[in-house]
């Protein structure tokens, strides 16, 4: 019952981070949808993580060097997530009002998906209560 | 209103993390940050200045030698240097040497050459815009820290 509140608040957020994006684009005083390319780091960022978790097996070590090349990638993502909607509105593509509320999105979706990773990557194998 | 912050504990709650295991993640988080901070304040510069003129597109090199540099260093492990690792590797430990040696030089000669950049194409010559020689400059900076963060904020103990 705990995995199917936390899905549900996690998803929740998902859908705050997403109407703040929106708004940023299809407010009739900014109507740009140049920052809709924010989907992309979105969809890439868990990826390095996933990728490093199948791949490296033994969980015995505290830390390895694949584990911290995928954190390294994915805070780029994360980074280049922030970086866009700037670069975008210094060259006046969009307003910086449309940027706030985009950045104000990027805060709450990757805070969604670190919750997503701390609720749900944890739990190991041998859990017997899979949510 | 009186004893609000009686319930305030320091250190046993159930949050305090090991931070000495967290190390290497946290010195992962820090360089990520820096090295692509870095290249947004570049590509920031080749936005707003797109024309040849006030920013030569030459200029862009010196931020691709740190990041290969960037590479290099960060991919022979320390123990490998040391010889203290299983294996030798094809070139043994004299290679590990020069090849990190190689990338640090890269690495210094990239910083040293983008202060040469501001200083020499921008601030001397008295052009009207100096910020992309400044983004240069900090692009650079941003990597070279980056990398050092990377290379040695690290500590290999905790992959044994």
Redesign the interface.
């Known amino acids: 019952m705990a995995g199917i509140k936390a899905l549900i608040s996690l998803s929740f957020g998902g859908a705050i981070g997403l109407m703040f994006l929106m708004l940023g684009c299809a407010l009739p005083v900014y109507n740009e949808y140049w920052p809709l390319f924010l989907l992309f780091f979105y969809i890439l960022c868990p990826i390095p993580y996933c990728i490093s978790r199948r791949v490296v097996d033994d969980t015995d070590?505290?830390?390895?060097?694949c584990k911290?090349?995928a954190?390294?990638?994915?805070?780029?993502i994360v980074?280049?997530a922030f970086?866009l909607p700037?670069?975008f509105a210094?060259?006046s593509v969009i307003q910086w009002g449309a940027c706030a509320l985009v950045l104000t999105g990027n805060v709450v979706i990757f805070a969604t998906i670190l919750g997503f990773f701390v609720v749900f990557g944890s739990n190991d194998d041998f859990s017997w209560q899979q949510w | 209103m009186s004893g609000f912050l009686d319930g305030i504990r320091c250190g046993d709650c159930e949050c305090s993390v090991d931070w000495s295991e967290k190390r290497n993640t946290i010195a992962s988080i820090a360089a990520g940050v820096l090295f692509f901070t870095g290249w947004w304040i570049i590509i920031d510069a080749a936005v707003m200045y797109p024309d040849g003129n006030s920013f030569h597109h030459a200029y862009h090199t010196c931020g691709v030698i740190a990041t290969i540099a960037f590479l290099m260093i960060n991919a022979v492990s320390n123990g490998q240097v040391r010889g203290d690792s299983y294996s030798e590797g094809c070139m043994g430990q004299t290679g590990a040497k020069v090849w990190l040696l190689i990338g640090f030089m890269l690495a210094f000669g990239s910083l040293i050459a983008s202060m040469w950049i501001l200083f020499g194409g921008f601030v001397v010559p008295g052009k009207e815009h100096v910020y992309p020689g400044i983004a240069v400059f900090f692009q650079n900076a941003f990597i070279f820290f980056g990398g050092l963060v990377f290379k040695f904020g690290r500590t290999e103990d905790l992959w044994q």
């Open positions: 070590s505290a830390s390895n060097a911290e090349l954190i390294f990638l994915t805070t780029g980074v280049s970086g700037i670069i210094r060259a």
